[in-house]
């Protein structure tokens, strides 16, 4: 599914807006997300599940083709964990 997709849901569903309302909302949506998530808050969606930022530890890793050792630098990653509804709807 994609950004476009998600906004003709959100047009069919809510109708009353116009297909510019529902892209504008849709991406307010997303901008709150991302911002939440750049600050390194964890973004709880009810009935679906938790965004985490983790912060991982510099590591030592190994580069495939040449077989080289390389230090694999620390970064911010970020993890999606559902939640039980979710995991009970998937599941049937």
Do not use: H
């Not at 807006?17 to 969606?45: H, M, N, P, W």
């Not at 083709?65 to 970064?75: D, M, V």
């Amino acid at each position: 599914m994609t950004k476009a997709d998600i906004v003709d849901a959100v047009y069919d569903r809510l109708g009353g807006y116009s297909k510019r309302d529902a892209a504008e909302l849709v991406e307010l949506v997303f901008q709150i997300l991302k911002d939440t998530l750049e600050k390194g808050e964890t973004v709880k969606v009810s009935g679906c599940g938790n965004f985490v930022v983790r912060e991982t530890k510099a590591r030592m890793g190994r580069n495939p083709q040449t077989e080289k050792p390389i230090e694999i630098s620390a970064r911010k990653v970020l993890t999606f964990k559902p939640s039980q509804v979710l995991k009970s709807q998937l599941n049937g």
